[in-house]
């Protein structure tokens, strides 16, 4: 079993340009959740970013969430945060897959995400994970989430024009 992180990226600030957050929880576990969003405000709060949560049933729906939030909102990043303890049937391999991939997708297409939906095999585990004063994964995903952001900025290219002069089209007169 591997151990705790050992090294983290140091902490970004938002003094100049301000990030805006969605966090999409699923309260299937609701002190574990509780947990995992409590630490992913405090890191967002501690980089000088704002957030919003919303609530979605299961793991399964927060890929969709973000994906609404993406298409719809005005956020710069999305911290996901859920927990799923493996049962007796294949069901928690196929949320997990899922829930995973949908985000992995979502990533890939440029939105800056940060995955903290614990994958366990028990509820003490979950804890551990959990604990804001502990591992933190929830805020670790928030952290993850926006250091993307920042690469994001980093990486923008001015805005290009369609390469039309406006005094060519005599709209600088």
């Not at 996901?80 to 997708?105: D, K, M, Q, W, Y």
Request: hydrophobic share 45%; net charge negative.
């Amino acid at each position: 079993m591997a151990g705790s992180q050992t090294q983290a990226l140091e902490r970004g600030r938002f003094d100049d340009k301000p990030a805006k957050v969605l966090i999409v929880v699923s309260p299937y576990y609701r002190d574990i959740s509780a947990a995992l969003l409590q630490g992913a405000r405090t890191e967002i709060e501690a980089w000088g970013a704002t957030h919003e949560t919303v609530e979605v049933p299961g793991a399964l729906e927060i890929p969709a969430a973000v994906a609404m939030g993406a298409r719809l909102g005005d956020f710069h990043a999305f911290v996901a945060l859920g927990c799923v303890i493996r049962g007796e049937t294949p069901h928690f391999e196929i949320v997990i897959n899922e829930s995973a991939h949908g985000l992995t997708l979502l990533g890939l297409q440029g939105h800056c995400i940060g995955n903290g939906i614990l994958t366990v095999e028990t509820e003490e585990q979950a804890v551990v994970r959990a604990d804001p004063t502990g591992e933190d994964k929830g805020g670790g995903a928030a952290a993850a989430a926006l250091h993307l952001v920042q690469l994001s900025r980093r990486f923008a290219r001015p805005e290009k024009g369609l390469g039309f002069l406006r005094e060519r089209l005599g709209a600088g007169e």
